[in-house]
């Protein structure tokens, strides 16, 4: 262990990269800014590899843990802590940051020390969510991320982005309500203490704990997105910045999935086992419903987005059978689709940059012009429809084995998002790179650049290291799962 605090390295160092990123002003230092930013973004991710490697994968308990008293009267505490769970989280988020920096480099013209810095606190604000161990602490992190986010696509976004930004704030906001309320009985309840783990200590009985895992599930099911409350995601991605779409596909929608692994589970163990029929319909509808939907898609980003609940679907299926193949493939196919998503989502931002166009009918023959970038397209393509030895294979392949483990059926009407996965990403591919040339820009597109190139190149590396060798992700979260999972068996009552 290191005698550095690097959890709240993690936390502020980019929120002050951020502000530093600020300071620069207006555009005419925009070349600045941009170096400044990427250089945050790089340390922000270097502090946070130590986290990784010096992580004891043996212990279920938090490591890295800082407590100091923050609001002592209420006895608020800045409590910052990592399992086996979280750690990978918060690498994830740093990694990301470094790829939306350099997706938008040359793309962003305007209030270009603005759009970077917004990323930059944005990934403070999220390592945040995922290292705090206090109620408060994390409940604050929670909401204070959607407001670069919520700037990101109000100010950078389309011609619909200002309804589409207040109706992504609206909806989190008013699901993370009652969680506040969740939380503030909780206190009450623990004898005046809001330190998470002592939550997880109490014995509450089913009426609180039925009321409890609802008010959680409001909050973290708007985030995840799950089917109904899943319409604000298609809105944001449509108009949100290719940046923001990276970041709230990547990262954003994991905090909702996170939510009922830190809280859900194992405050509310007995109601958790009681009412997982719900959570499963749920999931099964987003799986295939959702799929469907995508199917009928003729916007490349809607596509994408529908295909990222359908995805986020078989997340909370795997969580609530309750075995560990189906909780461990769950945070498998969360870390993959931050790296297939965000892969997905740049790849239509090159695009968009040179034809400015993210309808399938006006492209065609993409491959004559930009067969590197074809290249790419098909490998995360091929990713997000669960091809074997990439990333998005491993995960929804051990949430099928646990599932049928739980219950045959539910096993195979998950295992459609397969086949539908298969068919909504290819039908997509299929038109935009082959087929015939829909547009005369197309043949007029340069194929990817260096910067291009670099930051595909590095999240296909990932897509492909985890596809062929996914040990170093699931060895670190197994002691976490295994412990959670015994929590949640035993109950409470």
């Not at 969510?129 to 204070?144: C, H, K, P, R, W």
């Not at 998005?392 to 059926?409: I, K, R, S, T, Y």
């Amino acid at each position: 262990m290191t005698a550095y605090p690097l959890l709240s390295l993690a936390i502020w160092l980019p929120i002050l990269g951020g502000v530093l990123v600020l300071a620069t002003g207006s555009d005419r230092n925009a070349a600045q800014a941009r170096v400044l930013a990427l250089s945050a973004a790089l340390l922000s991710f270097l502090i946070t590899i130590p986290l990784y490697a010096q992580f004891d994968t043996a212990k279920s308990a938090m490591q890295f843990v800082e407590l100091s008293p923050w609001i002592p009267r209420f006895n608020i505490n800045y409590y910052l802590g990592v399992d086996g769970i979280s750690v990978l989280f918060i690498l994830l988020n740093s990694f990301i940051t470094i790829t939306v920096v350099l997706a938008g480099w040359k793309v962003i013209q305007t209030k270009v020390a603005q759009y970077m810095a917004a990323f930059l606190i944005m990934s403070g604000l999220m390592n945040g969510i995922f290292a705090s161990l206090d109620g408060v602490l994390f409940y604050v992190f929670f909401e204070a991320s959607l407001i670069p986010l919520y700037l990101a696509i109000g100010i950078w976004g389309g011609p619909n982005r200002v309804y589409a930004a207040i109706k992504f704030f609206l909806y989190t906001l008013a699901g993370s309500l009652l969680m506040l309320i969740a939380l503030l009985y909780l206190f009450m309840e623990s004898g005046g203490s809001f330190n998470i783990l002592d939550w997880h200590a109490l014995k509450l009985g089913m009426d609180a704990q039925k009321l409890l895992f609802l008010a959680f599930l409001a909050a973290f099911a708007v985030k995840v997105p799950m089917w109904p409350v899943h319409t604000w995601l298609p809105d944001a991605h449509v108009e949100a910045p290719t940046g923001g779409s990276v970041v709230l596909a990547a990262i954003a929608l994991k905090l909702g999935a996170y939510g009922f692994l830190r809280f859900s589970l194992p405050i509310a163990p007995d109601a958790s086992h009681e009412l997982a029929w719900l959570v499963i319909g749920m999931s099964l509808i987003a799986v295939v419903y959702i799929g469907f939907v995508a199917l009928a898609q003729t916007d490349m980003k809607k596509l994408v987005a529908y295909s990222s609940i359908a995805h986020m679907g078989f997340v909370t299926l795997g969580f609530f059978i309750f075995n560990p193949l189906g909780m461990e493939g769950a945070l498998v196919q969360m870390i993959s689709h931050g790296f297939v998503s965000a892969a997905m989502f740049l790849c239509i931002g090159v695009m968009y940059d040179r034809v400015h166009s993210r309808n399938i009918a006006d492209y065609g023959g993409v491959v004559n012009s930009m067969p590197k970038f074809a290249a790419f397209f098909m490998l995360f393509s091929m990713a997000n429809a669960g091809l074997p030895a990439t990333s998005g294979f491993v995960g929804e392949f051990m949430v099928v084995l646990g599932a049928v483990q739980f219950n045959f059926w539910t096993a195979f009407a998950g295992a459609t998002t397969l086949i539908l996965g298969a068919a909504y990403t290819l039908w997509m591919y299929k038109r935009v790179v082959f087929g015939d040339v829909g547009n005369h820009h197309v043949q007029e597109m340069d194929d990817i650049n260096s910067r291009e190139f670099l930051f595909l190149g590095l999240l296909a590396v990932c897509v492909l290291a985890m596809g062929l060798y996914p040990f170093p992700v699931t060895e670190v979260m197994h002691a976490s799962v295994t412990d959670l999972l015994k929590h949640v068996a035993a109950g409470k009552l």
